[in-house]
């Protein structure tokens, strides 16, 4: 039977939460209007994932009745769109909670229970926020999802198109939403009739529920395009198919020739070698392939693209669709990426919060909601000077969670662990210079040959690779002529 639907309410800021529709049988038609053929153009407040125009668009598929129900929720997990009892087995505590103390399956069993009487030929799936803090459960909660909703309509290959979730600048219990991405990624590798769609690249990374949807809904409609209809249609990005390393240069191959999006440098590519820690690329192009180096990198081993929750890449293909984000590392997931403030750049993670100020000195150390350094002027890190402190206002980012700061005769590398920081400082003038630590008032100091410790309540941070502390809570190394020494800082709640 053919039904119409009156739209009552939009959402023309998330785009996620949709048009709710009162469903009228023909018979009983609304007494004030009459029945028209819909046209996608005559609704575009209707955009859960963005629009379908291509699919309307194209003429292979004039006559074609085409349609969308949108069944959209904000801020839930993805538990609560599976049927009750049917979650994998994982761990309690990994299990995501909705908004509004939604459970398991009450989703599904009110908004998509209801709709397995149609026949449907897929499902856009664009969800993932709520659960971007446990990436790890979020591929099989996926994969079954979709094998549950296909034994619930009874159609054992029904396509799915899972949308990566967009650039955002925000985390979740302190991961950013690169490697919930990767989950999506790989919940489509492991499963049939699954494909993932890239949209890192679509919008500005500043809000959660981002408006720039109209992309996002044509690659969503360039792949039911190829993949449902069988259209002759460019629907995937460039796919990384391998990767070789000589000397100094990775050199890695995708499925196609590439090129860039913006600019002439490459962008996007991240090498790190033996001890693991990743540095910025830069990369030539060579027809399918990308040839880079790293500074500080002299024999790569694993490669990152597009990785973190606002990267900068622009590696597409002749189509202009985006290379989808990848690593080639088996690393944990974890947060470490500067991000640009006004005057400064910041790290959060799990533990501690650190910002750097625009003279090249970090200027706050917050660890377990404890601020360790002082604010006063000639606080926090630096070299101090009869007129004040060194200016190390010349800055460059060596890689995720890696940024140095110099001026013409020092440096200083910060390099953030997960619970620790190691500072690389270097004098290269032809004087002897002092580099201290300021901790604030309401931090202990206490140091004895070679070592420190800066305690504030419970939470104490150690220091290696020091020479003293003073009576005002200085931290101090010596830094003799073009000379460098390591500072490692540990941080224990």
């Known amino acids: 039977r053919h039904w119409r639907s009156e739209f009552l309410q939009h959402s023309r800021r998330s785009g996620k939460r949709g048009a709710r529709a009162r469903l009228r049988h023909p018979d009983r038609p609304h007494p004030e209007r009459s029945a028209a053929r819909a046209r996608i153009s005559e609704i575009p407040e209707f955009q859960p994932g963005g629009r379908i125009d291509p699919l309307h668009r194209n003429?292979?598929?004039?006559?074609?009745?085409?349609?969308?129900?949108?069944?959209?929720?904000?801020?839930?997990?993805?538990?609560?769109?599976?049927?009750?009892?049917?979650?994998?087995?994982?761990?309690?505590?990994?299990?995501?909670q909705s908004m509004f103390n939604i459970p398991p399956g009450n989703l599904f069993n009110k908004m998509i229970a209801p709709?397995?009487?149609?026949?449907i030929k897929g499902a856009a799936w664009y969800q993932g926020e709520a659960n971007a803090g446990k990436p790890a459960v979020y591929t099989p909660l996926l994969?079954?999802?979709?094998?549950?909703?296909?034994?619930?309509?009874?159609?054992?290959?029904?396509?799915?198109?899972?949308?990566?979730?967009p650039a955002f600048e925000g985390k979740w219990d302190g991961l950013d939403f690169g490697w919930q991405r990767e989950a999506q990624e790989r919940a489509c590798k492991e499963s049939s009739q699954a494909w993932s769609v890239v949209t890192y690249d679509t919008t500005k990374g500043d809000d959660l529920h981002p408006l720039e949807k109209e992309e996002i809904g044509r690659r969503v409609s360039l792949l039911a395009a190829r993949e449902v209809y069988g259209?002759?249609?460019?629907?995937?990005?460039?796919?990384?198919?391998?990767?070789?390393?000589?000397?100094?240069?990775?050199?890695?191959?995708?499925?196609?020739?590439?090129?860039?999006?913006?600019?002439?440098?490459?962008?996007?590519?991240?090498?790190?070698?033996?001890?693991?820690?990743?540095r910025f690329?830069?990369?030539?192009?060579?027809?399918?392939?990308?040839?880079?180096?790293?500074?500080?990198?002299?024999?790569?081993?694993?490669?990152?693209?597009?990785?973190?929750?606002?990267?900068?890449?622009?590696?597409?293909?002749?189509?202009?669709?985006?290379?989808?984000?990848?690593?080639t590392d088996?690393?944990?997931?974890?947060?470490?990426?500067?991000?640009?403030?006004?005057?400064?750049?910041?790290?959060?993670?799990?533990?501690?919060?650190?910002e750097t100020g625009s003279t090249g000195?970090?200027?706050?150390?917050?660890?377990?909601?404890?601020?360790?350094?002082?604010?006063?002027?000639?606080?926090?890190?630096?070299?101090?000077?009869?007129?004040?402190?060194?200016?190390?206002?010349?800055?460059?980012?060596?890689?995720?969670?890696?940024?140095?700061?110099?001026?013409?005769?020092?440096?200083?590398?910060?390099?953030?662990?997960?619970?620790?920081?190691?500072?690389?400082?270097?004098?290269d003038g032809n004087e002897g210079v002092d580099f201290q630590i300021a901790m604030g008032p309401q931090v202990e100091v206490k140091a004895e040959a070679g070592s420190a410790t800066a305690s504030r309540g419970e939470t104490r941070l150690s220091f290696t690779g020091i020479d003293r502390a003073d009576d005002d809570g200085r931290i101090i190394v010596r830094l003799e002529p073009q000379k460098s020494r390591e500072i490692r800082i540990k941080m224990n709640k």
């Open 59 to 96: 003429p292979a598929l004039s006559g074609v009745p085409l349609g969308i129900i949108d069944s959209s929720f904000g801020g839930t997990a993805i538990e609560g769109w599976t049927p009750k009892g049917t979650l994998p087995d994982i761990p309690e505590d990994q299990i995501s």
């Open 115 to 119: 709709l397995t009487a149609y026949r």
């Open 143 to 165: 994969k079954n999802m979709m094998e549950q909703w296909r034994k619930q309509w009874n159609q054992p290959e029904l396509p799915f198109f899972v949308v990566q979730l």
């Open 231 to 278: 259209l002759d249609v460019v629907a995937h990005g460039p796919v990384m198919k391998g990767t070789s390393v000589q000397g100094d240069t990775m050199t890695v191959t995708f499925d196609g020739p590439v090129k860039l999006s913006k600019g002439d440098k490459v962008l996007g590519f991240s090498l790190a070698g033996e001890d693991g820690e990743y």
């Open 281 to 327: 690329a830069e990369g030539r192009l060579d027809g399918a392939r990308v040839l880079l180096r790293a500074e500080g990198i002299p024999q790569p081993k694993t490669v990152r693209f597009a990785w973190g929750g606002q990267p900068d890449a622009n590696v597409i293909n002749a189509a202009g669709l985006p290379a989808a984000a990848f690593r």
């Open 330 to 354: 088996k690393g944990e997931p974890k947060t470490l990426a500067f991000q640009p403030l006004p005057a400064a750049y910041r790290i959060d993670n799990k533990l501690y919060q650190l």
């Open 361 to 427: 000195n970090i200027a706050s150390l917050i660890v377990d909601g404890k601020q360790f350094l002082s604010a006063e002027p000639g606080g926090g890190t630096g070299i101090p000077t009869f007129g004040g402190r060194r200016n190390l206002s010349k800055m460059k980012s060596m890689g995720p969670g890696r940024v140095m700061f110099s001026d013409n005769n020092a440096s200083m590398e910060v390099a953030c662990g997960d619970d620790s920081l190691v500072l690389d400082v270097r004098n």
